[in-house]
């Protein structure tokens, strides 16, 4: 079963129609479901990393998240979500994150050729060295010849590279457009909003 | 950054589709759910809804059947504007499955109102759109208000932008309204100010493509993140695909679908 958070605001209705066009099971997540390891947390989000982190705080699902987690479930982010999953953003200084991944997010660095935020389509860039899990973006995730959707102005900085799972390209060089720890998984971009080619990850990442 | 080409689609009317001449709608091609359907299917980049029927209009509306098609229809980025005019009906838009919202009527009237809007759903879903205009033998653009239309002497459109952007807009759309509807290439003109006014965020451009050649003259530019288009999609030949590939050939970096 997927458990979808529904922020008060959020990209919950893109979900939705990926979820139900693909026939997955879903459900609205509240913090009284009895979860099971076999289920998966989808974590969308617009907005700012503090109203994001004050909703799961006061509604208690960041609790039944890292409880999830820590009892073998699988959790998705995507956009805000994703930065979430990190320590800390500066976007909301002071502001703890579910510290999932360690690291933080910071403001997409200031370039000339590189507006901020970041618009629009981009190309995704994979690590030389795939790791041997199941949340890597391998060939079979259909990443590699399409463009995805990016709409953020705040980056992932995994402390270890190793979290990055897909990267975008910036004239002060790669960036994350990915994570993964375990059976944590993140997306900067949006693959609901990527058109068939984000839905064949979607596919990839939640079979 | 790969260009982007973003139809719009004027509703007026419902869901009625329009396509307008001089920020006036004038002629009905479509509904929008057939709309919806042909852009997605040709693999467009994003969508922009203006809903002309609530446009200036105090009270804000988002029709459930418009709300409806989106869901049902739209796998790519979409954008609202029409009448928003507080965080709230902002956060309605998100909600609803919009990506974006533009801004036009607040900012006149308000600039502080996008602030707060870009603080509850981020700058980065937040634009503004300035149409824009010339008086004549001035070569000044400046903002034009379509309330009263009338031109905002007060308001040079290169300050607007600025404006924006330090209010904390993500995007900005800037919008040809005597070249809207025409088909007679967008602004050229504005590129050399726009290429020197050093503006951190994505500036989109809209009013007056008709060609291939129209969009990827401005696409040349390092400034211009996309064109927004309406009747080329609906008087020419003229696709997405097409456009891009021209780009493609032009140089132009474009997406991949």
């Known amino acids: 079963m997927i458990r979808v958070v529904n922020f008060p605001f959020c990209n919950f209705y893109s979900l939705e129609r990926y979820l139900r066009i693909r026939s997955h099971d879903f459900q609205v997540c509240s913090p009284s479901d009895q979860l099971t390891s076999n289920d998966t947390i989808l974590l969308p989000g617009v907005g700012t990393f503090s109203q994001g982190m004050d909703y799961l705080s006061a509604t208690g699902l960041s609790k ?135 839905y064949t990850l979607l596919d990839h990442v939640l079979s | 950054m790969k260009k982007r080409i973003i139809p719009s689609i004027l509703l007026r009317g419902g869901t009625n589709v329009s396509l307008s001449q001089q920020f006036t709608p004038w002629r009905t091609v479509g509904a929008l ?64 499955g919009f990506d974006k919202v533009y801004l036009t009527s607040i900012f006149l009237d308000e600039v502080s109102a996008v602030s707060a809007i870009a603080s509850l759903i981020g700058s980065q879903s937040t634009g503004v759109c300035l149409p824009y205009r010339r008086c004549r033998n001035d070569t000044v653009p400046y903002v034009w208000d379509y309330r009263a239309a009338a031109i905002r002497r007060d308001l040079p459109l290169f300050d607007a932008l600025h404006t ?61 993140q996309g064109v927004v288009a309406g009747s080329i999609f609906a008087l020419t030949q003229e696709t997405p695909a097409t456009i891009r590939r021209h780009c493609e050939n032009a140089g132009i970096e474009m997406r991949r679908p």
């Open chain 1, 64 to 198: 039944m998240i890292l409880a999830h987690v820590s009892a073998g479930g699988r959790v998705v982010g995507i956009c805000l979500g994703m930065q979430m999953l990190l320590e800390a953003s500066s976007e909301s200084p002071g502001v703890n994150g579910l510290g999932l991944i360690p690291g933080a997010c910071e403001r997409i660095p200031a370039s000339a050729s590189f507006s901020v935020p970041h618009i629009g389509w981009n190309a995704l860039v994979l690590p030389a060295v795939l790791h041997n899990s199941v949340q890597q973006l391998g060939p079979s995730s259909g990443v590699s010849n399409c463009d995805f959707y990016f709409v953020h102005s705040f980056v992932a900085r995994p402390v270890s590279s190793d979290a990055i799972t897909a990267a975008f390209q910036h004239p002060s060089g790669l960036l994350a457009a990915a994570v993964a720890k375990e059976n944590v998984i993140g997306f900067q971009f949006h693959p609901e909003k990527s058109g068939s080619a984000g």
């Open chain 2, 33 to 96: 759910a057939q709309q919806l359907r042909l852009h997605v299917r040709r693999n467009c980049d994003e969508l922009l809804i203006i809903n002309t029927d609530f446009a200036g209009s105090p009270q804000f509306c988002c029709p459930q059947r418009l709300l409806s098609l989106v869901r049902q229809e739209v796998d790519i980025p979409i954008a609202y504007a029409g009448g928003i005019s507080s965080a709230t009906d902002a956060a309605t838009c998100i909600n609803a």
């Open chain 2, 164 to 224: 924006a952007a330090a209010g904390g807009a993500g995007e900005v759309l800037l919008y040809d309204v005597d070249r809207d509807g025409t088909l007679q290439g967008l602004d050229i003109d504005l590129l050399p100010e726009l290429e020197g006014c050093r503006i951190a965020i994505p500036v989109l451009m809209a009013g007056g493509a008709g060609t291939a050649s129209d969009v990827s003259a401005v696409l040349r530019s390092t400034i211009v």
